[in-house]
């Protein structure tokens, strides 16, 4: 079944004549644009990274080297959520806002390359989730070929690691913005705090990590198997001092360990 569905992702990519590709660096956007490449050749191939405060360096350091790796033409794009005073408010449907302004920056782009085509790499895991993004990729006519394949998250890591990808057992790094409960305020403050907390903890061997942004209080999420590690005497001062130096008042553990999407869990879910 793994096999046919890889196939079924390359006859599927290989009925376009050129497509631009969302690439955010992630693992499922590596594999599509791999296979992309690999069926269509990297001539009809060009992969469009959107510039945001929300993007984390490793991950925009990641695509441009694997970009570079493969011969993929790679563009950056600079996208204006940051303008919209809607999507600053964080309110439930800031993926679907921060979603259209990069389909439309993409799209402006592959206009001027003659392209018609635009893929993300939404998976089949992701139509059964809260990703109001979706919504967004309906309406600026994007397609999901993962998810046409009905490709799901641990079939991604599978055929990524049989591809030679190194990045296949990569954690998830999802937009910095997602680590700040919905409504309140996205700032570039809040996003850059986000970000040097959760790089001193990965700089410490903690691969998953979460660092929530609360106002005040930072609230860090691990698996639930590495929460004794963090909590030893000499690592968690070294985690205080540096998290409240960045301008946190408190620091917390969540005890429940690590769960992706942990701000989602008390939004109701809507149809579009």
């Known amino acids: 079944m793994k096999t046919d569905k890889l196939t079924h992702l390359k006859d ?42 929300t993007l984390p360096q490793e991950e925009l350091e990641f695509a441009r080297a694997f970009t ?76 999901s070929p993962l998810a046409a394949a009905g490709i799901t998250k641990d079939e991604i890591r599978l055929y990524s690691r049989e591809l030679g990808l190194a990045d296949w057992d990569r954690p998830a790094t999802p937009c910095l913005a997602s680590r700040i409960p919905y409504g309140q305020e996205i700032t570039t403050e809040k996003l850059r705090q986000i970000e040097k907390a959760e790089n001193l903890l990965k700089g410490l061997g903690f691969i998953t990590v979460r660092v929530r942004h609360h106002g005040g209080l930072a609230r860090i999420e691990v698996p639930e198997n590495e929460i004794t590690r963090l909590t030893k005497d000499d690592t968690r001062k070294k985690i205080f001092r540096y998290i409240k130096d960045l301008g946190f008042s408190w620091v917390c553990v969540d005890l429940a360990g690590f769960k992706s999407g942990n701000l989602n869990r008390d939004i109701r879910r809507t149809a579009w």
């Open 68 to 143: 570079r790796k493969h011969g993929i033409t790679h563009v950056l794009l600079p996208t204006d959520e940051f303008n919209n005073r809607e999507y600053l408010a964080n309110p439930p449907t800031r993926c679907y806002l921060c979603k259209t302004a990069l389909f439309r920056a993409i799209t402006a782009y592959a206009k001027t390359r003659g392209i018609q085509t635009l893929f993300d790499g939404s998976n089949d895991d992701d139509l059964s989730d809260y990703r109001p993004g979706l919504q967004a990729c309906k309406e600026n006519m994007v397609k």
């Open 12 to 53: 599927y990519i290989a009925g376009f004549a050129q497509v631009a590709v969302a690439f955010s660096g992630g693992v499922d956007s590596t594999l599509l644009l791999k296979v992309c490449k690999d069926t269509l050749g990297k001539d009809r191939v060009v992969a469009c990274t959107g510039i945001s405060p």
